[in-house]
């Protein structure tokens, strides 16, 4: 077995709401095996990873899979369930998976949910390497492969802290996009957004953070401003840190002038042979460091969020207990089996080190690691307490005295950071804290909070939400109107028209479209934008105040959403494009994937579908929130039955538009005033005015709104280029339409033949559509057009020169034209300029384009021409 290709979808999807990677595997010669066609391999499988047993499958109980075994089920499926386990004895929490055939008889796709993207693909090759194994009678180490597993989970899942807030915003409501493979969050939306990287806040000021990242620095300030800090100085070499030693009176403590979690600090030195040899681990590479005096008490973290104390933890040092058996190496050896430990922040708590510091701490107290310590005798591998070096804590927020309170959100209002873990040393925390028995030692920037969410004893805190909620008020969940259209036909001028309307009220709408992406009406991206990655783009943007997301099909199968709810989705309809790609062969399997977009939204969202459309309709069943039909027939029997029900729905009666709700309704305008349907005539972009409308009432916008941005839209041109754009030459009529399949084709074609009774046609269709479409597309040109004139896209998609141009030829034949009006010129301006010189005055030209500017630019020569002659 082999596997091919990998792909995330890190966005809802078809397959799950949640991110999933994709794997297409080659079975090679075990296509079509299934278990029970292998004696012994179930009970083989089974012996490996015991927890399949437990697996529900489709039978939607335990040991539902442990029955397909037994019965036979084929091997991708079995891929999927190894996957998935592996994964939950690494220690994620997934769950869904999906195996389905392709087109090739020996290749299936393995789908996956997963929190940690590199870990879900090393869980698929372990999965390959565990069931090749035992098909062949070879034994596997599954419990290697486990902690393989578990390695790169640490290595690239995010830390507790970090981890902490993720979760504190979804409790809220807020979306959360990690950006790259480390710490570093977007939260919310647009103008709401916030990043954080781990407690790193967008209010965390970077003076703030240097001034914290320098301890001495930090002394100062805190003692000029009476706060009760150790004495001591800085030290540049081992020599000035002894006599700084010995002027202070042993014991010290030296430390690194800048450093952080507990890195290189050693305390309570008696000689000055310990001071020098503290120095060398303090500055391998020379240099300053601080020696403090060594005040005797007990370590505490006060986490200090906006102002105010949220949590206090007292920090044990890094240790190891004697049972009189084991020596101090063993015991070591053991703590760090603790599933809870792992190497640097991934994990709850640290593993206990045996680096320098350890073994000159060990040396101190008399220990060495081969000694075998007494029951109960405690070795202390530091004597500074911080997480970072294999500590713990417990947690002592309700002990606080008021006054240590105070001391401590005085420390980071000085130091002016907005979340802050300020180390104090007292004897108790309860106790307020007097000159000469305890002192501020430390004001961290980024302070980690996983002791005070996972402390070893007491209370957990939730320091992550306090941090949360400072970046958002109570009742603000970082979110911006969002609206995601999808359908066949219809999809960019809908969305245009929506950011029309939301721009009316004043906001700066981030527009993705598939010519670009807009921000308050402004190009700022060109090129198609209809993919998650546009999507995400505007709405990572911290201008925009309303986002209207075009949502191609392309996008959806390949990448999925590029958000995570939105307040409406809109459906214009399902027709005949694209099929035969990514395995959508019907029209039934694009309505499943497009009613993505009516699946991924908000509780209190809006649905908006097309009473008209089928297909679309039947997506009912799927979508979230409220539902708004939209139909140009009042008596549309969807319709009717809805309102019934007290839905909504916008619909055409006697040449007006009403707004229905239940049993009321109201006006909002005539037919004829809608600019873009050109009177009515045009009744695909009357279609699409009316899901605007609908997904505009689902905003809340006021009648007034949008019946002014169905009376100006698409009376400039800027307002919709390259859709139902209009020009005239010579008496000539020109159309220029982004048509590229059937529906499309006949929509435009029927508004040009109520124009003119004469139309000529310069047709031309991606490369990648079946025969069966183009042929189609042909046939529709042919029972509009008095002539054609056939071109190719410049990207032919894999098909040869001409493959194209003779598919739609024999449509436009099939579609009753005669050979000597269908003219081949493949080049697509070179196709538009023969249409100019073979139409007359009156007849009307249509022009179905690739590219938008060589096409305006034959045109606008052609009127060059046209007004020079005049």
Request: a neutral charge.
């Amino acid at each position: 077995m082999e596997i091919k290709g990998l792909r995330a979808l890190e966005g809802p999807n078809i397959f799950c709401l949640r991110p999933v990677l994709v794997a297409r595997v080659d079975l090679q010669d075990l296509a079509g095996v299934k278990t029970d066609d292998l004696p012994g391999f179930a009970g083989r499988l089974l012996a490996a990873l015991p927890g399949l047993g437990e697996h529900y499958c489709s039978r939607g109980y335990p040991g539902g899979f442990r029955e397909r075994l037994s019965e036979g089920t084929y091997l991708g499926h079995v891929l999927e369930h190894v996957a998935l386990e592996l994964l939950w004895l690494a220690g994620e929490d997934v769950s869904f998976g999906k195996t389905r055939t392709t087109s090739h008889p020996r290749e299936v796709e393995i789908v996956i949910e997963y929190d940690c993207r590199p870990a879900a693909e090393e869980a698929l090759h372990l999965a390959v390497e565990l069931v090749s194994a035992l098909v062949n009678g070879r034994n596997y180490d599954a419990e290697s492969a486990r902690e393989k597993l578990a390695a790169v989970l640490d290595r690239y899942r995010l830390g507790p802290s970090t981890a902490a807030i993720v979760a504190a915003c979804w409790r809220r409501g807020i979306p959360v996009r990690r950006l790259g493979d480390g710490s570093f969050l977007q939260l919310g939306y647009g103008y709401k957004s916030r990043r954080v990287l781990a407690t790193i806040t967008e209010n965390t000021g970077c003076l703030a953070a240097d001034i914290a990242g320098d301890k001495a620095l930090t002394k100062e300030l805190l003692r000029e401003f009476g706060l009760p800090v150790p004495r001591g100085g800085v030290a540049k070499n081992a020599g000035e840190a002894v006599a700084l030693a010995e002027e202070l009176g042993f014991p010290v403590v030296v430390k690194p002038v800048a450093g952080n979690q507990g890195k290189g600090v050693v305390a309570n030195l008696r000689t000055p042979e310990e001071v020098e040899q503290a120095y060398r681990v303090a500055a391998p590479g020379g240099g300053p460091v601080l020696v403090e005096e060594h005040l005797e008490g007990r370590q505490y973290r006060l986490l200090v969020v906006n102002g105010q104390l949220v949590a206090a933890a007292e920090r044990l040092p890094a240790r190891v207990i004697g049972d009189g058996r084991h020596t101090v190496e063993d015991l070591v050896r053991l703590a760090n089996r603790d599933p809870r430990r792992g190497e640097g922040h991934g994990r709850p708590l640290t593993k206990l080190p045996l680096d320098p510091i350890a073994l000159f701490t060990l040396e101190r107290q008399g220990w060495r690691l081969k000694d075998i310590p007494p029951a109960g005798a405690v070795v202390l591998l530091r004597e500074s307490a911080n997480l970072s070096t294999g500590g713990t804590a417990v947690d002592v927020t309700d002990r606080v005295h008021p006054y240590n309170a105070f001391l401590a959100v005085e420390a980071a209002r000085v130091v002016g950071l907005d979340v802050a873990g300020v180390d104090v040393i007292c004897p108790d925390i309860a106790r307020p804290i007097h000159r000469g028995q305890g002192a501020l030692l430390e004001v961290n920037a980024a302070p980690g909070i996983r002791m005070h969410h996972f402390p070893d004893a007491g209370r957990p805190r939730d320091a992550a939400g306090a941090i949360v909620a400072g970046l958002f008020p109570p009742g603000d969940d970082g979110r911006i109107p969002l609206v995601a259209v999808t359908g066949t036909n219809g999809k960019t001028t809908t969305a245009r028209l929506i950011a029309y309307m939301l721009g009316l009220t004043g906001r700066r709408v981030g527009l993705t479209t598939t010519d670009g992406i807009y921000i308050g009406g402004t190009l700022v991206q060109a090129g198609d934008a209809a993919g998650p990655a546009s999507a995400r783009r505007v709405l990572a943007d911290k201008r925009v105040e309303a986002a209207v997301l075009e949502t191609a099909r392309g996008g959806i199968l390949r990448s999925g959403l590029g958000y995570d709810r939105a307040d409406v989705g809109v459906v214009l309809n399902i027709a005949e494009d694209h099929l035969g790609q990514y395995g959508v062969e019907t029209l039934e399997d694009l309505a499943h994937v497009k009613s993505l977009v009516v699946e991924a939204l908000k509780e209190d969202g809006h649905a908006v579908l097309n009473a008209d459309d089928p297909l679309t309709v039947r997506m009912l069943e799927r979508a979230r929130g409220r539902v708004v039909f939209f139909s140009l027939k009042a008596r549309n029997k969807v319709v009717q039955e809805h309102l019934a029900e007290e839905g909504q729905a916008v619909f055409v009666r006697a040449g007006n538009i009403f707004i229905a709700s239940g049993k009321e309704e109201r006006r909002l305008l005539a037919v004829r005033s809608v600019a873009c349907a050109w009177k009515g005539l045009a009744r695909h972009n009357l279609q699409n005015a009316l899901a605007a409308v609908a997904a505009a009432v689902a905003l809340g916008l006021p009648d007034e709104v949008i019946a002014r941005g169905l009376r100006e839209f698409g009376r400039e041109p800027g307002h919709n280029p390259g859709r139902l754009m209009y020009r005239e030459v010579a008496g000539v009529k020109i159309i220029i339409d982004y048509g590229h399949n059937p529906a499309g084709y006949e929509s435009v074609l029927r508004l040009a033949s109520r124009l003119s009774p004469e139309v000529i046609g310069v047709i031309g269709v991606p490369g990648d559509r079946p025969d069966a479409s183009i042929l189609k597309s042909g046939r529709v040109a042919g029972c509009f057009c008095r002539k054609v004139i056939i071109k190719e896209d410049a990207d032919k998609r894999g098909r040869r020169p001409g493959e194209v141009a003779e598919l739609l030829r024999q449509g436009a034949l099939e579609g009753g034209m005669k050979p000597e009006d269908v003219y081949v010129e493949l080049d697509e301006a070179r196709a538009v300029d023969r249409a100019m010189d073979l139409a007359v005055s009156g007849q009307l030209v249509v022009v179905f384009y690739e590219d938008l500017p060589s096409v305006l630019k034959v045109i606008d020569k052609s009127l060059r021409i046209t007004a020079g002659a005049g």
